[in-house]
């Protein structure tokens, strides 16, 4: 009786450690989306200009990761964003990578048009694990809560079954990969479409070099007193307080 019990149990385990299968590198996809104009303000130029674009700016992110290190960047727009020029320079040139054995992260961001690289910790994020699950791209994703940047609440579904604890942009924190995203302050979510276990080329995951870098404090202290007086136009100074919190938030991201 004893030995069939054993049997049962060896076959068992088995079969779990055939079903459950952890992933430490591959090629996440990105479908990212964010609704544009309600990002824009109320005055007459911003409404005469939500007239020629599409309600939904599109893009498609790549996450690679591989030895506990990864990089995250942009591949390509969707047909149907119809947007001017300037509003997609930001998206293509951001770059950010994380390296997760060291806690350093380096990410280029464009602000205002010219491209900055940070080099600095991975930001620690405060998260809320709830019982709540949903499928993407295939794998069972449990909900969590977090806050970044004092006051902005996201809301991740991640899998334990990709072992990397990273997520788009520099949202990381999570006991596996965060494959979906949404970030209600800034109108944008992000949802992994396809995962490709074959990497091409893991030596395109690499930091961004650059002649000057920054932090984080001492960036951000310097966009804040060269764009000091540009939020204190017209009277709505709530809308104007909005305005310059979209612009941080997105420029820190």
């Known amino acids: 009786m004893k030995s069939i019990l054993f049997f049962i149990a060896a076959l068992l385990f088995t079969t779990t450690s055939k079903a459950q299968q952890f992933i430490d590198e591959a090629v996440i996809e990105y479908e990212v989306n964010t609704n544009l104009k309600k990002t824009m303000s109320n005055d007459s130029w911003d409404e005469m200009m939500k007239e020629n674009l599409s309600d939904l700016k599109i893009s498609y992110f790549t996450y690679t990761f591989a030895d506990n290190k990864s990089i995250y960047k942009f591949d390509r727009w969707s047909p149907k964003t119809r947007i001017p020029k300037h509003e997609k320079d930001a998206d293509e040139e951001n770059i950010w990578y994380s390296d997760f054995a060291t806690r350093k992260m380096n990410m280029q961001k464009q602000i205002v048009g010219t491209n900055f690289v940070i080099d600095d910790s991975i930001p620690n994020i405060q998260w809320k694990i709830t019982n709540e699950h949903r499928e993407i791209a295939g794998y069972n994703c449990r ?93 709505d100074k709530e809308e104007n307080k909005r305005q310059k919190n979209l612009f941080l938030w997105n420029a820190f991201l």
């Not at 690499?206 to 204190?232: H, N, R």
């Open 143 to 235: 909900k969590a809560v977090g806050k970044i940047m004092d006051d902005v609440y996201v809301f991740a579904f991640y899998t334990d079954d990709i072992t990397i604890s990273g997520g788009p942009c520099s949202i990381n924190g999570l006991p596996g990969m965060i494959l979906g995203l949404s970030i209600p302050r800034l109108y944008t979510s992000f949802i992994a479409t396809k995962i490709d276990l074959k990497i091409i080329n893991p030596s395109d995951i690499k930091p961004i070099t650059a002649k000057k870098t920054y932090d984080l404090v001492g960036l951000k202290s310097m966009i804040e007193e060269k764009t000091k007086d540009w939020f204190k136009y017209g009277e």
